[in-house]
């Protein structure tokens, strides 16, 4: 009994010592912190630079030789290190597409970037995106003032996103983990509407949860070949029309068809 004490006694004593030492100790991290936060700084800033060097190079004509200025100060805003594994983090800011775990990935950023410029996003629209992964287009989308709604089909994947949307101050966006093909009707109709993965067809029920005058934009295509990055409108009067805009190449839309 005499040894627990001591013990007790012992590890209480080396608390008090470590909240005394807090003061001195976070001094003594500030400068890394910051050099930290400096580094990812510069690494977004050449990021940018290659995605306005991207959008320069005209990979179809059908696709504006730049991306909106609102767009790409989200870009520069959303840290992307903290949406990929911590062994990956040294490549968060180059312009590739990186493994997230489950058999998915967090998308090119250029490709992030085009995807939401096509969406000619403004500040209070409501959006879908079908395939949270990580949460990085989901976040890009809320630093622009939308009201993000997003679906995976991956539940690992789906809660680890809320928290970590949570932790960085998008609380605001809506997880929901299922099957994304059928959308999200209760909350219907949304001004626009983007997939992260790509199916064999445009799903008629997430056609039917568009605006009139809302935008869509999905791979579509056979899984892990060449697709073709599709913008699907709807006309005020209701009217469909598809565009094929470039090719890509994403994971597949799983789940129901």
């Known amino acids: 009994m005499g040894c627990g004490r001591s013990a007790g006694l012992v590890f209480v004593a080396a608390i008090w010592t470590l909240l005394a030492a807090a003061p001195v100790l976070a001094p003594a991290l500030a400068p890394a912190l910051a050099e930290e936060a400096a580094g990812s700084a510069r690494q977004r800033a050449r990021m940018i630079e290659v995605i306005q060097e991207h959008a320069g190079q005209g990979y179809s004509p059908a696709l504006a030789p730049a991306i909106s200025p609102a767009v790409i100060a989200a870009m520069g805003r ?61 976040a890009v989308l809320a630093e622009l003032g939308i009201e993000v709604y997003t679906m995976e089909i991956v539940p690992q994947l789906g809660e680890a996103a809320a928290r970590r949307l949570e932790r960085l101050g998008y609380g605001s966006v809506r997880v929901k983990v299922t099957d994304g093909y059928h959308g999200w009707p209760e909350k219907a109709p949304f001004d626009a509407i983007v997939a992260t993965a790509a199916a064999d067809h445009v799903p008629p029920p997430l056609v039917a949860q568009l605006k009139p005058g809302g935008r869509m934009v999905i791979p579509v295509g056979p899984p892990f070949m060449v697709q073709q990055l599709v913008l699907v409108t709807k006309a005020a009067d209701g009217t469909v029309s598809t565009r094929q805009l470039l090719p890509v190449r994403f994971v597949p839309l799983t789940g129901r068809r």
């Open 78 to 138: 959303v840290p992307r290190h903290e949406f990929v594994p911590e062994a990956l983090r040294a490549h968060a800011y180059q312009d590739r597409p990186l493994p997230i775990g489950y058999g998915q990935t967090i998308s090119q950023p250029y490709i992030v970037a085009l995807m939401t410029d096509l969406l000619k996003p403004a500040r209070g629209q409501v959006m879908l995106e079908i395939g949270t992964g990580s949460g990085y287009q989901a």
